[in-house]
């Protein structure tokens, strides 16, 4: 059968058309997270998978999903892409701040260790796996807490895309603030530090980076403790000063 | 059971602050109010283990990287305060080399009983009571040179208490253990905060008192108020300007702190040879900061921070006081000023100075002079005169 040029012209729209409006229904399907394709075998096998792949922090963190470092032509790397290190405690790291026993965590360590990696992990995949999580971070400078934020958005753009499809993004990570990262109706947030900075929020986690080198950082512990949050994880290497007395106890009656 | 739960399992038969190792380089301990903290030393990660051959090598380079010890110190090993930071005497306190100079460890090393004997105190209810024992060597000459040695103190000895669950830092049982304190009942003097000495404390019988009386009351040895300089600024600059000058240089120290016990947290109680919390306290004294506002219209604060300073406080009237000069006499002054003019003119000139002391009330009725000290000062020109009877 002949077509004229007029009918291949029509046929090919068609087609164009027949493909777009297949991606348009693909993102609307994942968008939903309602993926037709797949029997309901699939779906248990899927869902499966994805609670293996989130089970635990160190789970996921170590097979699920990649570390980003911009020295990786110094090390002789083929890629800044690295999976995350399984150090022996990593592990030990992950169980101390899943145990919900206590509500604050106090972290001392050496410098380099990618202890914040591995708490910006954690709190990462709790944004991923439990709606309405609110968590704070709180650094030195806004800028350290847009890093660790770059921290969260990668370690979640790093995930297969079957686990990425798992959980979706309200809105694309390039065009999400770099003070928060938001992910199903969970949110990662950056605030200054310091005095009166945490009132007014009610998260349920707090991440204090580098406690040791943030002014006030006492005050703000006090206030996020009073403000209800069910985690709070102060991590930092040494310095003189509060959080050093606090952790060694080596503090007494002000003067 | 995983490691972690093992160890922390482990924390509830060990005293507080106790680390349980986790894994190697990893450990766990429990404060006092039964939060956990865990450390991470480098020493986590295979690589970097200095028991392992990588990390040895990992080890060496980086060490050898880092520009002093104490930054590696502080950075790697978590030691907050091994470079002193802010701290107003951390270039010496947090320089190893130095604090060997100004910090005596010798475990058998005593001051020489024929040494004076002063001390400082502050008292406190909520905040740390402290006692602080110095002993002064005699003046003597330098068998070599034949000059007179200079003035060097030891601080050797303190009474560090505050107000804690077991201990409720009463005037009373602070006093016992302090009298237990050896050679404070020789003492020249105990310099005190001048504020014990205000009427100030309410009584039920109406008179208001204060707090020295219930020391006296409870035997404690005599003490006197304070009255040298009390800022901050000049005490720092006393100790890094003058006791410890030049010590990078390589001269000697002249303020010299015993201590064979340090460590990172007060240790109430008493002392009687060593000074811990005069050295805990040293190590954390800052300097004010201020805010950005703040140094927008202010110069930028040298005072310290007002806290920690129990003992730092009777350090500074301990050497406030020995600082205080003696008054030179005025025969003195005036035998300098009339040297060498001549035979005419030096009596003249002496008379005229007579005159102007006489005038200065600093001569007797008689014409001699008063003493610069005397036990009892009666101030001719401020009484009712010798034929009045004051009203």
């Known amino acids: 059968m002949q077509y004229t040029d007029a009918q291949l012209r029509q046929i090919h729209l068609a087609a164009l058309a027949a493909h777009a409006l297949e991606q348009q229904q693909e993102e609307f399907d994942r968008a939903r997270r309602t993926d037709n394709k797949l029997s309901d075998t699939e779906k248990r096998e899927q869902a499966e998978k994805i609670r293996e792949a989130t089970a635990d922090t160190y789970t996921w963190l170590t097979r699920y999903t990649k570390t980003f470092n911009p020295h990786w032509k110094d090390h002789g790397w083929e890629s800044p892409y690295r999976a995350f290190p399984s150090w022996p405690f990593v592990r030990p790291l992950c169980e101390y701040l899943e145990d919900d026993s206590e509500r604050v965590k106090l972290i001392e360590k050496s410098r380099d260790m990618m202890a914040t990696w591995t708490i910006a992990g954690y709190f990462t995949l709790q944004c991923q796996l439990v709606a309405e999580r609110e968590v704070i971070v709180q650094t030195m400078t806004d800028e350290k807490g847009f890093e660790v934020i770059s921290y969260a958005k990668h370690l979640y753009a790093s995930q297969p895309q079957w686990l990425r499809d798992a959980f979706p993004l309200p809105k694309p990570l390039d065009k999400q603030p770099s003070s928060e990262f938001r992910?199903?109706?969970?949110?990662m947030h950056v605030i200054p530090s310091g005095i009166g900075k945490i009132r007014s929020y009610h998260p349920w986690g707090i991440f204090s980076d580098e406690t040791a080198f943030q002014p006030e950082a006492e005050v703000a512990y006090d206030e996020a403790r009073a403000s209800g949050v069910r985690k709070i994880v102060l991590n930092s290497t040494a310095n003189a000063g509060w959080y050093y007395d606090f952790t060694n106890d080596a503090t007494m009656a002000r003067a | 059971m995983t490691n972690l739960e093992t160890a922390i399992r482990k924390l509830d038969d060990v005293p507080d602050q106790t680390r349980v190792e986790v894994i190697r380089g990893v450990n766990i301990r429990r404060k006092k109010n039964g939060l956990t903290v865990m450390a991470l030393h480098y020493s986590a990660i295979p690589d970097r283990d200095p028991e392992t051959e990588k990390g040895a090598a990992w080890y060496a380079k980086e060490n050898g990287g880092y520009a002093s010890q104490s930054m590696w110190k502080k950075e790697q090993e978590m030691d907050?305060?091994?470079?002193?930071?802010?701290?107003?005497?951390?270039?010496?306190?947090?320089?190893?080399?130095?604090?060997?100079?100004?910090?005596?460890?010798?475990?058998?090393?005593?001051?020489?009983?024929?040494?004076?004997?002063?001390?400082?105190?502050?008292?406190?209810?909520?905040?740390a009571t402290g006692l602080l024992k110095a002993y002064i060597p005699r003046e003597a000459l330098d068998p070599r040179t034949g000059e007179k040695m200079p003035l060097e103190i030891y601080i050797c000895g303190e009474f560090y208490r505050y107000r804690t669950d077991e201990w409720s830092n009463n005037v009373d049982e602070n006093v016992v253990e302090m009298k237990q304190m050896p050679d404070l009942d020789?003492?020249?003097?105990?310099?005190?905060?001048?504020?014990?000495?205000?009427?100030?404390?309410?009584?039920?019988?109406?008179?208001?008192?204060?707090?020295?009386q219930t020391y006296k009351k409870n035997n404690m040895w005599p003490m006197s108020g304070y009255d040298g300089i009390r800022s901050d600024v000049t005490f720092v600059e006393w100790i890094m300007s003058d006791w410890w000058k030049g010590i990078a240089g390589g001269r000697k120290p002249r303020l010299h702190i015993v201590c064979r016990n340090p460590s990172d947290r007060p240790q109430p109680g008493l002392h009687p040879f060593d000074c811990p919390n005069l050295l805990w306290e040293m190590k954390r004294a800052k300097r004010v900061q201020m805010t950005s506002r703040q140094l927008l219209t202010k110069n930028a604060s040298e005072a310290l921070v007002n806290k920690n300073n129990h003992l730092l406080d009777p350090l500074k009237q301990i050497l406030g006081t020995v600082r205080n000069p003696t008054a030179i006499p005025s025969e003195e002054i005036i035998a300098g000023q009339i040297e060498g003019l001549d035979m005419f003119t030096g009596p003249m000139r002496g008379r005229f100075l007579m005159s102007a002391e006489a005038l200065g009330g600093k001569l007797n009725l008689d014409g001699t002079l008063k003493k610069p000290k005397s036990p009892l000062r009666i101030d001719m020109r401020k009484g009712p005169g010798c034929l009045q009877r004051p009203r």
């Open chain 2, 186 to 212: 020789r003492a020249r003097w105990i310099k005190a905060d001048p504020s014990i000495f205000y009427d100030a404390v309410a009584t039920d019988k109406g008179a208001p008192t204060n707090i020295y």
């Open chain 1, 183 to 187: 992910v199903g109706t969970s949110v």
């Open chain 2, 80 to 127: 907050a305060y091994a470079t002193g930071g802010e701290a107003v005497f951390g270039s010496v306190l947090g320089n190893p080399r130095l604090y060997e100079l100004v910090v005596i460890s010798d475990p058998f090393w005593y001051p020489d009983p024929r040494w004076d004997v002063v001390a400082g105190f502050d008292h406190g209810v909520t905040n």
